[in-house]
């Protein structure tokens, strides 16, 4: 249990990002892939390992 409670906080900003995009759909299909394209920055932002910069 306390090794899933480390991915919690992840899985949260995942289905934010999710929401955003769905809403942004909904809106106007060019912003939805606007917003497609931000929030797979923040995702790889997210998982880069801070120590991989040289």
């Known amino acids: 249990m ?3 409670m480390t991915y ?3 899985a949260l900003i995942v ?3 999710i929401s955003i995009i769905i809403s942004a759909f909904m809106i106007f ?3 939805g892939f606007l ?3 931000i929030g797979l920055f ?3 932002y997210i ?3 801070k120590g991989a910069n040289p």
């Open 8 to 10: 919690v906080p992840f």
């Open 35 to 37: 917003i497609v394209g």
């Open 29 to 31: 299909k060019p912003l």
């Open 15 to 17: 289905l934010g990002i």
């Open 2 to 4: 306390k090794k899933m």
């Open 47 to 49: 998982l880069v390992p």
């Open 42 to 44: 923040v995702l790889a």
